[in-house]
């Protein structure tokens, strides 16, 4: 019978055992560069090497990292190493690895595998054929891998393998390697832009006895010792501005939060989500945030270019437009800027200024719209269907969409001119929302009136509507100066700066059906 890959491997991790070798040494490894440093070192001048040469200064080099390809060729073994930098070429020759220290030749060659992560000293060298490498003196053994190792050309192609795996999809994937790699550095580019700035990072609870700052489902957990239902947060929101309540006029927290809905290409249960609060400020001025935090954000990725591709489209981040004749206060030059109903009126015809509601639910239908009861009940419901439906998957460009219907936003204050509308704003790009914010309601009153009536709206069947809070209007009641906020999904940022078509390939470890419980489904399917 012939033994699995699998089987082959932990015979060897005995052979290494029975040979006085520990496939899993307790001792640190202290390398002396990464791969990166070393082709920096030999790309110097006077220190680039000529084919066939090996470091006539013999700098001590030490590298560490995993076995990616492994290649015998006689009496010299070549090994592609790979680190968190990069990729370095070993050259390992049976006359010069005799085993005194580390392991022999013949052990590299008979017991080591790819996926192996191994230590190796020695000095630098460039092959016959060019290839700067490491010519080894001493190698051991770090950890030894007893499965079998993605294929170096092809890696992991299933993407379901990648997602419930991740580890197996770094490993195999540098692509893959290197974009969770950026999305680490669009995190700390996101807190450094906000603290260089002045905002303070709060933590809030995750936890939360009531739920808000957001219409969605929670998730629902129970607190043994307190006997108390808890929920997931949907939202930083009402308890940060809390904390503007008490005094911080610039906070923000970047943190994990979690919503009981679908999965699909741009949403996962659990997801990372940036909150901002800025205290004396409107919607105007925290939409500068937004487009500070993104441009700050593409920097680190794409340096100075102003346009990036993403899924087929090319997209300008140039902030052009000068906004402040038909908005009036607001300066600079900043992405496109249109009110829903502007919006919606450029796309459909449809002009909200001038219709009654029943017109509008007919010309709607007549564009194809189901609308259901509850966005029957006003024109503010329609108006917003419509704008959500119709118009905004065609927002291409950065598009800021402003002036929302006071029906769908029960956090933000009224608008300053318009009856029936609030001062809010959602960011769009390549039709999908990226940001929401506005000027944040601080009447303890009118809030009080706006979480009745989302209350009312929950009564009838909204699984979505915002519950009553009372600590949050007690919080208004102490008094808290005008503000403005905003949130970004995190995740859709990261995903939009790569050049991702889905959430679950820029969050390292998404939420994924068990796997017994996905065949039990498919039993029963057949």
Not at 146 to 169: K, L, Q, S, W
Not at 213 to 224: D, E, L, M, S
Request: with cysteine; charged share 30%; hydrophobic share 35%.
């Amino acid at each position: 019978m012939t033994q699995s890959e699998a089987e082959v491997r932990a015979r060897k991790v005995e052979d290494l055992r029975s040979q006085g070798i520990e496939p899993y040494p307790s001792e640190s490894y202290q390398r002396s560069h990464t791969t990166e440093q070393v082709r920096d070192l030999f790309s110097q001048p006077g220190k680039e090497l000529e084919n066939g040469q090996n470091d006539p200064e013999e700098t001590p080099i030490k590298v560490s990292g995993r076995i990616t390809s492994k290649r015998d060729s006689g009496s010299i073994i070549f090994i592609d190493l790979r680190d968190s930098t990069g990729r370095i070429q070993l050259k390992i020759e049976k006359k010069i690895v005799t085993g005194e220290t580390g392991l022999s030749f013949k052990q590299i060659e008979k017991l080591l595998d790819v996926g192996d992560f191994v230590g190796a000293s020695g000095i630098g060298s460039r092959t016959n054929r060019g290839e700067l490498s490491v010519q080894v003196r001493e190698l051991i053994l770090l950890s030894k891998a007893t499965i079998p190792f993605p294929d170096a050309y092809y890696g992991v192609n299933d993407p379901e393998t990648c997602r419930r795996h991740r580890e197996m999809d770094l490993a195999g994937n540098l692509e893959s390697f290197q974009r969770f790699a950026l999305r680490s550095k669009i995190v700390q580019s996101i807190r450094n832009y906000l603290t260089e700035t002045g905002f303070y990072e709060i933590e809030t609870p995750v936890l939360q006895a009531i739920y808000g700052g957001a219409a969605a489902r929670p998730f629902i957990t129970h607190h043994n010792a307190l006997d108390v239902d808890l929920y997931l947060r949907i939202a930083p929101e009402l308890f940060l501005k809390r904390a503007v309540c008490g005094g911080f006029e610039r906070v923000f927290e970047l943190g994990r939060v979690f919503r009981n809905e679908g999965v699909d290409s741009t949403h996962n249960p659990e997801f990372t989500s940036l909150e901002v609060y800025q205290a004396y400020a409107d919607y105007f001025d925290i939409l500068g945030v937004v487009e500070e935090v993104f441009c700050y954000a593409a920097k680190t990725v794409h340096g100075d270019k102003q346009e990036i591709e993403y899924q087929g489209e090319t997209i300008s981040l140039e902030r052009k437009y000068d906004h402040s004749e038909k908005f009036p206060g607001f300066a600079g030059k900043h992405w496109q800027v249109k009110t829903m109903v502007e919006a919606v009126k450029d796309d459909t015809g449809l002009d909200f200024e001038i219709l009654e509601l029943a017109d509008a639910i007919s010309k709607a239908e007549q564009l194809g719209l189901h609308l259901s009861n509850l966005e029957k009940q006003s024109l503010g419901y329609v108006l917003y269907a419509v704008f959500d439906k119709l118009v905004a998957p065609k927002l291409i460009q950065p598009t800021f969409i402003i002036d929302f219907p006071v029906e769908v936003s029960p956090l933000a204050k009224g608008h300053r001119s318009k009856p029936g509308f609030v001062e809010r704003f959602e960011l769009f790009i390549a039709g999908t929302e990226y940001s929401n914010g506005f000027s944040e309601l601080n009447d303890p009153k009118e809030q009080r009136k706006r979480f009745e009536e989302q209350l009312a709206q929950k009564n009838a069947g909204d699984d979505e509507a915002h519950p009553m809070d009372e600590d949050f209007i007690e919080a208004l009641s102490l008094g808290m100066p005008n503000c403005a906020g905003m949130g970004i999904g995190v995740d859709r940022l990261v995903m939009l700066l790569t050049n991702t078509q889905s959430i679950r390939d820029v969050v390292m470890f998404p939420t994924m059906r068990p796997l017994k419980d996905r065949q039990e489904n498919n039993t029963e399917e057949k």
